[in-house]
């Protein structure tokens, strides 16, 4: 069964929205599980693992990718997600597939090696596990960050050359950062590189590039979060609206570890220079917040946004990736990052 017919034939509202479970409400979105889906390419008889079992429905259409030759293996930190996949599956008959509650970032040995992996959730580097567990034809198809930042971060497609991993293609995408034991809500507020975190009248949090630099009591970030909060100067951009993915991205190349992210009101997201002193973002909406008017912040994300719509606001395809080894002794794997591709102008040549 080719996988347009699968995607018809897979029914994701008995998932997602079954009678007995009720809805699911924190999930991928349907179209980004069959682009995620498509890039990895299942074929007949392949062993797959799936990193995120979340509602099983992306399990399922695994499973009808692979066929009856084939086996799913789905992992997932949360037992009630396993034990309600698993129930799903069963009832329509699927036996190719087993939902295990285990750390994704291990893998799962006992069923290596894969030809294809794909995870439903955001690692903070590219697991080594996961790579000893692949075999030398095999692809990943993964969220990987580009920054030690929330919400920053690329989906890949990546393969083994001469044992070590390669990125293939690079598309804008993101998902929930994987957590070591199940939460209830990991939208709100990111398990990692969250600097300070104001929680009155409602949560708000910043995640600064210049950590290094601050002190143990997040002095720094505490203070930029402060002015982010009470601006003194707004603005709205004129080149809105905005490709917030493509300025995502290429506000990492632009400001190195100058970038800070943050979650202000209602949750709207920002990104934008930020000091201990001085602050400026631009939001999600199109609107730019400082301190003042004259912040040097401010300039700074100026400058950035000239550079990049000069650059022409880049398609992931743009970057160039380097996948860097880490031997962290928490998660060893690799880190990826991402450095401009060729000027407009040489483009034309």
Do not use: K
């Not at 079954?18 to 890039?39: C, P, Q, Y």
């Not at 399990?59 to 086996?71: E, I, K, N, T």
């Not at 509650?101 to 294809?116: E, L, N, S, T, W």
């Not at 743009?318 to 080894?325: D, G, K, N, Q, V």
């Amino acid at each position: 069964m080719n996988v347009a017919a699968v995607f018809r034939a897979v029914p994701e509202l008995y998932y997602v929205h079954n009678e007995d479970r009720g809805e699911t409400l924190h999930r991928s979105a349907a179209e980004s599980i069959h682009r995620e889906v498509i890039a990895l390419d299942v074929v007949e008889g392949a062993r797959v693992l799936e990193i995120g079992t979340g509602t099983g429905y992306s399990g399922a259409l695994l499973a009808a990718l692979a066929g009856a030759s084939g086996r799913v293996t789905s992992i997932d930190i949360s037992e009630n997600l396993i034990s309600w996949a698993d129930r799903l599956h069963r009832q329509r008959g699927l036996t190719t597939i087993t939902c295990h509650a285990v750390d994704g970032m291990a893998g799962y040995p006992p069923h290596a090696p894969y030809q294809r992996m794909v995870a439903w959730c955001t690692p903070p580097r590219l697991p080594r596990a996961w790579v000893d567990q692949l075999t030398t034809d095999g692809r990943i198809v993964t969220c990987l960050p580009i920054a030690a930042q929330p919400s920053t971060t690329l989906i890949t497609t990546i393969s083994l050359t001469t044992g070590q991993p390669r990125v293939d293609t690079m598309t804008f995408g993101g998902y929930a950062q994987s957590t070591t034991s199940a939460v209830e809500d990991a939208l709100t507020i990111p398990g990692r590189w969250v600097d300070h975190i104001h929680y009155q009248p409602e949560p708000a949090w910043i995640s600064i590039g210049w950590r290094d630099r601050d002190d143990h009591q997040h002095t720094g970030a505490r203070a930029a979060l402060r002015l982010l909060l009470n601006p003194r100067h707004t603005e709205t951009y004129a080149g809105s609206p905005l490709d917030w993915l493509s300025w995502t991205a290429y506000s990492v190349v632009a400001a190195g570890n100058h970038r800070s992210v943050a979650a202000l009101h209602d949750g709207i997201r920002g990104i934008g220079h930020t000091t201990a002193s001085s602050a400026a973002m631009i939001l999600t909406n199109s609107t730019i917040i400082a301190d003042s008017p004259r912040s040097p912040s401010l300039a700074e994300l100026r400058s950035w946004l000239d550079q990049w719509e000069h650059a022409g606001r880049p398609a992931a395809t743009w970057y160039r990736p380097t996948l860097t080894p880490n031997d962290d002794e928490d998660l060893p794997g690799w880190d990826l990052t991402i450095d401009p591709g060729t000027p407009p102008t040489a483009e034309r040549r």
